[in-house]
């Protein structure tokens, strides 16, 4: 039989780093997101207003990136940021 590990409790100032950064990936990704799919119908008419909110998902995305990464206090020189510029990579195909 196999023996169980008794979990090891978590510090407060974890969970509250979890947290934060669960709040903050969904109150950044949520426009982001937003953005960049608005951007498509936008750009169709209006191709220079569509490409500015394109540019502007990107920003927010890289913005929330690196807050996350500001929270667990990690170097702001990683490739997690790239993690924030896929809705507007995505997107792109559709505005370019």
Not at 22 to 46: C, D, M, N, R
């Amino acid at each position: 039989m196999k023996r169980r590990r008794t979990p090891k409790p978590m510090k407060i100032e974890t969970v509250q780093r979890w947290v934060a950064s669960v709040i903050l990936f969904h109150v950044g990704s949520v426009p982001a997101i937003t953005l960049a799919v608005y951007s498509i119908g936008v750009a169709e008419k209006e191709y220079g207003r569509g490409v500015g909110l394109w540019l502007m998902s990107g920003v927010i995305g890289v913005l929330t990136a690196a807050g996350i990464l500001a929270i667990f206090q990690r170097s702001l020189k990683s490739l997690w940021l790239i993690v924030g510029l896929l809705p507007t990579v995505v997107t792109g195909f559709y505005i370019l």
